[in-house]
């Protein structure tokens, strides 16, 4: 912070006194209380939205981390047993069709592909504890792969909309579509800013 020179008046009563004044040429620095980071200059009425889309993506990565975690606990069992388990306390018949999809996946399953699947989720939910920390600092960086990833699931979701139409694949299209459209704003925003002031 460039330093400048303060010049303080007489106090009253002693007259001329030079020791009440201060030099013209002393060189005196004032340190701000706080330190705000660039990224969030500017934009303080941002900063509750991007910390409650940084802590939907904490949630995102801890449900996936614990999901990872629970699947080794398969390693070296019966998963076809387990999954005939998993039907009976779910109070599904096994004669249905997608519950004999479902024992038949897990019939095929093996310790290499529970390790597979156990890695990415790991490598899933680590991108999310990234993103979610770089949006709760406010960093552009994160603002680009919460647009990029969030824009990907989109197709998905609306693939899955016409096939299940209900209120919670309608509700989650629409939170991502709402992120998608912030993180959009946000980077355009800060194009133009940045092109501004070039043009100064």
């Known amino acids: 912070m460039k330093a400048f020179s303060v010049k303080m008046f007489p106090l009253h009563g002693h007259g001329d006194d030079s020791r009440s004044r201060v030099p013209d040429n002393f060189p005196m620095k004032v340190e701000p209380h706080f330190h705000v980071s660039p990224a969030w200059r500017g934009r303080s009425g941002q900063v509750k939205v991007l910390r409650a889309v940084a802590s939907l993506e904490l949630v995102k990565g801890l449900i996936v981390l614990a999901a990872g975690c629970r699947i080794l606990f398969l390693l070296h069992k019966d998963t076809y047993e387990v999954a005939e388990n998993l039907l009976h306390v779910l109070h599904i018949s096994p004669d249905r069709h997608l519950a004999l999809v479902f ?24 991108l999310r504890f990234v993103e979610a920390f770089g949006l709760w600092k406010a960093r552009g960086w994160a603002e680009w792969i919460a647009l990029i990833s969030g824009a990907l699931y989109i197709p998905f979701e609306v693939r899955e909309l016409f096939q299940r139409l209900s209120l919670f694949h309608i509700s989650l299209l629409a939170i991502n579509v709402a992120i998608v459209a912030y993180m959009v704003y946000l980077r355009s925003q800060d194009h133009c800013t940045t092109e501004s002031a070039g043009l100064k």
């Open 103 to 126: 024992l038949r996946w897990a019939d095929g399953v093996t310790d290499r592909k529970l390790w597979a699947v156990s890695a990415l989720a790991l490598i899933y939910s680590t």
